[in-house]
């Protein structure tokens, strides 16, 4: 998918800005800026007479002059924009879905959700995403077009009164000239990444990793974030919110995120299971927070230095420190060849990773639980009567990493099968539980812990010993696309 500014993320991240500050006033104000900040003014003036559209491209043409100075790097040539009206957003996405996986890989994705517990069996995911993304997003570049595209909303919805947490930071309802400025600057700040780094070109290095593309989605999100946050202060020059530290926003994030989708989000997203909500707003969020410590470090440049050694993993995200201080590169995990009987077919593989790992056991150790990994690699299967498999193998970087995973993997399974007899007192490094046939294992022997769900018995310790003899190797760089 291409990138989006959702409407969701709006009121934690003006909160985040409050936390941050205001920048120090004094000294000149370079004519770029001065010309942007008039034409900023012209926008509100429009807004302020009924013309919205027109006000949205004196912002779009204001931050053309302004994102240069505040980022460090100058636009090509000028931008192009176009209007998409929000109920059209459907047709535009499924769209979106079909030209960037093909039926089979969208299905492989869902049924390993399915698999793994995280979505209901019954549950259409191209619908809820269709939903989500149509309710969520506030407009969008799209680096393929080379265009950004501006929300139209109906009518109905122009004069729909806020609710009470939009209320509580300042929205009136109608036209909100800071939302639309807040969103352009975002996706401006796209525009301006992809005239040098190719952000379509870096999203196809990592689409066969789901774990990698997430951390890529990051990077290119929490850098637009953080300069719409600089924006948001009125931080022109980009000089003073790369001195916040990335510890307490992070600091900030965590007390306020809890919160988010119950007051911030749509419908389609409240009621969306958890690893649609997390995936969702986790490249904006924790993207933002890894990003800010980049510029800590080393200015902007730290950023554009990212966007040619981009993150290999969600692991480094979280903990930045593990992308370049004491970089922890992810182990590859090759499964080889699978067999689970007649009956069965392989539907895909990918990786989970950290971050979505910690999703899954959020209720048992969550991010805990999830810490210390190294590398996974899983294989969906489809049986008789719509029956799913998994085969999942993890490595960790100690045993007591894999350990803490374990439990946490067997206290999920106990769960899931919804009896507590099934869950023991002392938990072995070797589980299996089976009923009707149908096996859950969890092992652990050292770093490595395999995970086998819904085989019979001998079909399931088959699959298991295979997967402990999975080729491991370690995951080497990938350069960003350069069009410097």
């Given amino acids: 998918m291409h990138s989006f500014a959702i409407n969701s993320a709006a009121p934690l991240l003006l909160a985040l800005v409050f936390l941050a500050g205001s920048p120090s006033r004094g000294g000149d104000v370079h004519p770029d800026v001065k010309a942007g900040t008039d034409l900023l003014q012209t926008g509100d003036g429009l807004a302020d007479e009924g013309k919205p559209n027109d006000a949205q491209l004196r912002y779009k043409e204001a931050f053309e002059k302004i994102l240069p100075r505040l980022r460090r790097i100058p636009f090509k040539h000028e931008v192009k924009r176009d209007v998409t009206k929000r109920d059209k957003l459907q047709d535009m996405l499924l769209k979106e879905f079909e030209e960037d996986m093909t039926p089979a890989e969208f299905e492989a994705n869902e049924k390993a959700l399915k698999a793994f517990g995280m979505l209901p069996v019954e549950m259409d995911l191209k619908k809820l995403l269709v939903d989500v993304y149509s309710e969520e997003i506030a407009a969008y570049y799209d680096p393929k077009t080379k265009t950004m595209f501006m929300i139209e909303e109906p009518e109905a919805k122009k004069n729909e009164p806020p609710t009470f947490f939009e209320r509580f930071l300042g929205k009136t309802g109608g036209f909100d000239k800071d939302e639309n400025k807040t969103v352009i600057a975002h996706e401006m700040t796209h525009a301006l990444s992809d005239q040098h780094f190719d952000l379509d070109a870096l999203h196809q290095l990592s689409k066969k990793n789901d774990d990698h593309s997430l951390a890529v989605s990051a990077l290119i999100e929490g850098e637009a974030t953080l300069a719409m946050m600089a924006a948001g202060m009125d931080d022109w020059e980009g000089d003073q919110i790369i001195k916040t530290p990335a510890e307490n926003l992070g600091r900030g994030l965590s007390l306020m995120a809890p919160f988010l989708t119950s007051l911030g989000g749509g419908k389609s997203l409240k009621g969306a299971p958890p690893i649609i909500a ?44 593990k992308y370049r201080a004491k970089p922890d590169v992810p182990t590859l995990i090759d499964l080889g060849v699978l067999d689970p009987g007649q009956g069965w077919k392989e539907v895909g593989r990918n990786v989970l990773g950290e971050m979505q790992t910690a999703v899954l056991l959020r209720r048992n150790g969550g991010a805990a639980a999830a810490a210390g990994w190294d590398g996974d690699r899983y294989a969906a299967f489809e049986g008789p009567d719509g029956r799913l498999g998994l085969v999942w193998m993890t490595t960790w970087d100690g045993e007591s990493d894999a350990k803490e995973f374990a439990q946490g993997m067997i206290r999920y399974q106990t769960d899931r099968m919804g009896d507590k007899k099934f869950q023991p007192v002392e938990i072995p490094d070797s589980l299996w539980r089976c009923v009707d046939d149908v096996c859950r294992i969890v092992e652990r022997r050292g770093t490595d812990v395999a995970v086998v769900e819904g085989f019979p018995g001998s079909t399931a310790g088959l699959l298991l010993e295979a997967a402990f003899k999975s080729e491991r190797s370690e995951m080497k760089p990938v350069p960003g696309p350069n069009q410097d």
């Fill in 278 to 321: 997390e995936s969702m707003l986790f490249p904006y969020l924790r993207g933002m927070v890894f990003c800010a410590k980049l510029a800590n470090d080393d200015g902007w440049k730290g950023v554009d230095d990212a966007y040619r050694n981009p993150p290999l993993s969600t692991e480094q995200i979280l903990h930045p420190e």
